[in-house]
């Protein structure tokens, strides 16, 4: 009822651990795995071992989550000696990568593409060097970092995660597709900051960082809305979702996979069971026998 | 005094430390008014504003007033040590799993490791204690603990028996077959000792393990100890769980997520 495929790789459901919870281990991947997550998103990782903010780095709350972890990660060559192999889990494993200059992200996909994932995921929100943005926010720089994996990637499909800070997200997506994505992962955190009036201070130490939970998925769904309309490549729709009915509006949206990551911080490590077991009871209740019957249903 | 409930929360509650204890050589307790809830094993997060955020086991604790303990090695706890009555700190949690209270136990700890045992010492009935510590200066909690059963070793042998306290465990397990229980907190060379000298006397173990953490309830996934997350699944593991645990005693992971063996781990105070 759940099975979905996104870009020929077979998922039993279409749950994917978003990038940054968790992933830091195969073992932990492994273990999402087994206990319902279609696939799994790895923690990103770049050319170099990185240690991250000091904390706090992370904010939890009702309906509104804020990180700022600063990108630590133990570096693509330290993960070639842990990992080996990542084809050989409980489900799809999707390796995410990222650079500080273009030449950099070549470099970590390809290494990254050795250890065999079933996709890999380019995180853009690192500022270019040089030209002082992000890479997500520039059509242009969008379209050489995607050229840049992809020439380093083979078959692999790779997906490109965009950020909600931009002023018009679907020529960034039209941007990655052009220059050979085969996915587009919306959306990363909008940025946002809290501040203990007690301590009179924000509470992240790195001040700034990118709201996640139930407050972004308006937002989420928009973009995912927008791109939509915008790209015929699959999208992996990320961003607050937290129970089955949030999961079924990015696939009405328009979304082919969902992404799942502050939702443990909600509801636990088994969210991924969850989820799927309320879409069941929805398409049951609803008379639905795939996701296909609803995919981008919102826009008829 | 009227008595307030802490409800848990997983944002950090600005709290006035009300008192600050000299327990040994660098190490101090830290106190605040409340009752946080908390049971034996658990931990809490607590935040320097400004500076960083680190877990801590609740070291003290009843119906008026918590604590912990912590022993200056690093940047943090070093500055914890500049900490006096009427700062303020930010606390939250309690997070993690508790000890099983069991009968016929004993305590195995290693140095500042009795912090996160002392309120299951508490809560125990006449446990036997072993407790090792580098030097004489290194013991904490004797005067509170001075009316329990209470076995102290020394590396240098400037207090108590000299040696380590696992030696003394190996002895009391194979004498003493009413024992039914052994909980441990301390270095994790010292506690995998710990679980093998159970393991050889068939007798249950349940210790108190340490990793790296940013969050305290389970998604960050930095102090991961093979699939298993400290800061959800433990601190607290039985003999059945560590068994299973290859990384335990032998490797940890850094801020970073790289692997390294459990010596290098301990010589990073980031």
Avoid at chain 1, 27 to 35: C, D, H, L, V, Y
Avoid at chain 2, 86 to 100: D, E
Wanted: charged letters at 25%; one cysteine or more; hydrophobic letters at 35%.
């Amino acid at each position: 009822m759940l099975q979905t495929k996104l870009c020929k790789i077979k998922l039993k459901n279409p749950t994917v651990l978003a990038s940054g919870i968790l992933g830091v281990t195969k073992e932990t991947a492994n273990r999402i795995g087994k206990i319902g997550a279609g696939a799994v998103t790895l923690k990103s990782l770049c050319h170099e071992e990185r240690f991250g903010n000091s904390n706090p780095t992370m904010f939890g709350h009702k309906d509104v989550f804020l990180n700022a972890v600063g990108l630590p990660g133990q570096g693509i060559d330290s993960a070639l000696k842990d990992f080996k192999r990542l084809d050989n889990l409980s489900v799809p494993v999707i390796g995410s990568i990222y650079g500080y200059k273009i030449e950099q992200f070549g470099e970590v996909a390809k290494k990254m593409a050795s250890l065999k994932p079933s996709m890999i995921e380019v995180d853009v929100s690192c500022p270019h060097m040089d030209y002082g943005k992000p890479y997500y926010a520039d059509t242009e720089l969008i379209a050489k970092v995607t050229k840049t994996v992809k020439d380093n990637t083979g078959k692999i499909p790779v997906s490109i995660k965009l950020s909600p800070n931009v002023h018009d997200i679907k020529e960034i997506a039209h941007a990655a597709e052009r220059a050979g994505a085969d996915a587009i992962t919306a959306i990363n955190t909008a940025t946002g900051m809290v501040i203990d009036i007690d301590a009179k201070k924000p509470i992240l130490h790195n001040k700034i960082g990118g709201v996640s939970g139930p407050a972004l998925k308006p937002i989420a769904v928009r973009c995912v809305y927008e791109i939509y309309e915008t790209v015929k490549i699959p999208i992996i729709g990320t961003g607050g979702v937290t129970y089955g009915k949030d999961a079924l509006e990015m696939i009405m949206a328009g979304a082919t996979a969902v992404g799942v990551g502050t939702g443990v911080f909600y509801r636990g490590i088994d969210i991924f069971k969850k989820v799927c077991n309320e879409m069941e009871k929805w398409m049951k209740n609803n008379k639905i026998r795939n996701l296909d019957q609803i995919r981008g249903i919102a826009h008829k | 005094m009227q008595q307030t409930e802490l409800c848990k929360t997983e944002i950090p509650r600005i709290m006035e430390v009300s008192k600050v204890v000299d327990e040994g050589k660098n190490q101090k307790s830290f106190f605040f008014k409340g009752n946080i809830m908390s049971k034996p094993g658990q931990f809490i997060m607590v935040w320097i504003p400004g500076l960083d955020e680190k877990p801590m086991a609740v070291s003290y604790h009843n119906k008026n007033e918590f604590a912990f303990t912590s022993q200056a090695i690093g940047k943090f706890t070093n500055a914890l040590e500049n900490i006096k009555k009427g700062n303020k700190l930010g606390i939250r949690g309690p997070y993690g799993s508790s000890f099983p209270l069991k009968n016929n136990a004993c305590v195995v700890a290693g140095g500042v490791g009795l912090s996160s045992v002392s309120t299951l010492i508490d809560a125990l009935h006449n446990p036997l204690i072993i407790y090792g510590a580098r030097t004489k200066d290194h013991l904490i909690y004797l005067k509170r603990f001075k009316n329990k059963n209470l076995k102290i070793t020394t590396d240098d042998g400037s207090f108590g028996r000299k040696g380590y306290n696992t030696a003394i465990l190996d002895e009391v397990l194979s004498k003493n077959k009413k024992i039914k229980v052994v909980y441990t907190c301390g270095p994790e060379i010292m506690m995998k000792k710990v679980l093998d000298i159970c393991n050889k006397h068939k007798v249950e173990c349940q210790a108190s393990v340490e990793r790296f953490m940013a969050c305290g309830f389970g998604i960050c996934g930095k102090c991961m100890v093979n699939d298993r997350i400290v800061c959800i699944d433990g601190p607290i593991f039985n003999s059945k769980q560590l068994s299973k645990m290859s990384e335990f005693g032998n490797f940890a992971r850094l801020k970073s997520g790289r692997k390294v063996t459990i010596q290098e781990y301990h010589g990073n105070h980031t």
